[in-house]
């Protein structure tokens, strides 16, 4: 079994910074992509930054320039830096790993979310 757990959302002012945290633990061989994605009130989750294994990034264009993803391979923690805070940006911020355990199956695991809320 695996767990995902992210931690840091919070409340910050717009042109503010967070940094979200997302470990990954349990029966884990290895993890392949980590990521980051997010789903605002009404709205469908969606994909904010990704991460392979050996650190090949990818991003939204709508956070291009403002996020950074970066990961922890020795820690199995992937973090996004997240600068120059818009309103827009406030949602539930979730992680994801796609990991294979000892007994060899590969699968997506999901965090449970983190707030981040942008307003003054």
């Known amino acids: 079994q695996v767990q995902v757990v992210e931690s840091g959302g919070g409340l910050v002012q717009p042109g503010g910074s967070l940094r979200l945290s997302c470990a990954a633990s349990?029966?884990?061989?290895?993890?392949?992509?980590m990521g980051w994605h997010r789903q605002a009130p009404g709205k469908q989750r969606e994909l904010v930054a990704t991460?392979?294994?050996?650190?090949?990034?990818n991003y939204a264009d709508s956070v291009k320039g403002r996020f950074t993803i970066s990961r922890d391979n020795a820690k199995n923690t992937v973090y996004l830096q997240m600068n120059s805070l818009k309103p827009e940006d406030t949602a539930v911020y979730y992680c994801?790993?796609?990991?294979?355990?000892?007994?060899?199956?590969?699968?997506?695991?999901w965090g449970q979310g983190t707030q981040v809320t942008v307003s003054s």
């Open positions: 994801s790993a796609k990991v294979r355990t000892h007994r060899g199956s590969i699968d997506d695991y």
């Open positions: 349990g029966s884990i061989f290895m993890i392949y992509t």
């Open positions: 991460i392979t294994s050996p650190g090949i990034t």
